[in-house]
């Protein structure tokens, strides 16, 4: 899991890449689905995360065609209990991809001004 308070899509217009931020409407944290890795690299142990994603929903699919997994808290306590590939794959099948973040769970704000370039 990767626990969050929002995250960004950039929408592109023409040239320009427009930045967008997805929170909860209450300011909460919450958590995506992830994995973590840990292997040898060249002798060296190095540590990887992914976030998965999935389809956008109906606030997301405006600015981008995919958007994070988001974890409902059962399913995050699972996620963190049963962390072998066939459960993943189970889940991910038959549940968070139909689920993940329903209408009304997400806001978007423009953060365009905020940044620095």
């Given at each position: 899991?990767v626990?969050?308070?929002g995250f960004?899509e950039?929408?592109?217009v ?6 967008w931020?997805?929170?909860r409407p ?5 958590c995506?689905a ?5 292997w040898?690299?060249?002798?060296e142990p190095?540590?990887?995360?992914t976030?998965i994603?999935?389809?956008s929903?109906?606030l997301v699919s405006?600015?981008?065609?995919r ?10 306590e ?5 962390p ?8 991910a ?11 009304g769970?997400?806001r ?6 905020e940044?620095k370039?």
């Open positions: 899991m626990p969050a308070d960004w950039w929408e592109t023409g040239k320009k890449k427009i930045p931020k997805f929170t209450d300011g909460e944290g919450f995506m992830g994995l973590w890795e840990r040898i690299n060249q002798g190095l540590e990887t995360f976030i994603t999935t389809s929903n109906g405006p600015v981008h065609d958007m994070p997994v988001i974890l409902t808290p059962d399913v995050a699972q996620w963190l209990e049963r072998d590939a066939g459960f993943l794959r189970s889940i099948d038959d549940f968070l991809i139909k689920t993940s973040a329903p209408a769970s997400l978007v704000e423009s953060v365009q001004a940044l370039f």
